[in-house]
T-cell receptor
Framework: DVKVTQSSRYLVKRTGEKVFLECVQD?????MFWYRQDPGLGLRLIYF???????EKGDIPEGYSVSREKKERFSLILESASTNQTSMYLC?????????????FGQGTRLTVV | RKEVEQDPGPFNVPEGATVAFNCTYS??????FFWYRQDCRKEPKLLMS???SGNEDGRFTAQLNRASQYISLLIRDSKLSDSATYLC???????????FGPGTRLSVLP
């Protein structure tokens, strides 16, 4: 079974703190994604990576950065946390053959910024 | 216009009912299509892929109409355990760009 693991289920951070959200997958997937999910807005793509040290901006990259130093690990960084970044953060990974691919998700990190 | 739109919901149906979810997408170059299920406070999980010829998995049937850019999911004989949010997902570039619809919440009532 593919496993995508996020480092924390729940986090509470203060405004202005630097926050690291870690995601690790164990199936040698090329692609990894970070989403945030908010009521009424669905899942919105923050950043994705299709290879080590490669990254692409998603729909809402402002206030975030990412790091992919190893294939299995994709980190989301909030440089200076703000209250509007309170959300559920979901990491996903996919294998990249030509054709249909399934995205496997981590269990999510519910971040509260106070 | 949003890239992927779904019925706003919520849908509240009695056990045993048949329920249909609709989804439209705006990018005609989209390659792959999926329905995901998300339980409350859990991560999304793949329910089924959607193929051009239509496909069925037990009580679930998915249809794709590329000309109309429309995807559907039909659930027959609904169970209490079907209660969840159903997400329509469109993939534009072989796994590199998933676009999620906002989801439709289903509550199956006893």
């Amino acid at each position: 079974d593919v496993k995508v693991t996020q480092s924390s289920r729940y986090l509470v951070k203060r405004t202005g703190e630097k926050v690291f959200l870690e995601c690790v997958q164990d199936m040698d997937h090329e692609n990894m994604f970070w989403y945030r999910q908010d009521p009424g807005l669905g899942l919105r793509l923050i950043y994705f990576s299709y290879d080590v040290k490669m990254k692409e901006k998603g729909d809402i990259p402002e206030g975030y950065s990412v790091s992919r130093e190893k294939k299995e690990r994709f980190s989301l960084i909030l440089e200076s946390a703000s209250t509007n970044q309170t959300s559920m953060y979901l990491c996903a990974s996919t294998y990249n053959p030509e054709g249909n691919t399934e995205a496997f998700f981590g269990q999510g990190t519910r971040l509260t910024v106070v | 216009r949003k890239e992927v739109e779904q019925d706003p919901g919520p849908f509240n149906v009695p056990e045993g009912a048949t329920v249909a979810f609709n989804c439209t997408y705006s990018n005609s170059a989209s390659q792959s299509f999926f329905w995901y299920r998300q339980d409350c406070r859990k991560e999304p999980k793949l329910l089924m892929s959607v193929y051009s010829s239509g496909n069925e998995d037990g009580r679930f049937t998915a249809q794709l109409n590329r000309a109309s850019q429309y995807i559907s999911l039909l659930i027959r004989d609904s169970k209490l355990s079907d209660s969840a949010t159903y997400l329509c997902v469109v993939n534009d570039n072989y796994g590199q760009n998933f676009v999620f619809g906002p989801g439709t919440r289903l509550s199956v009532l006893p």
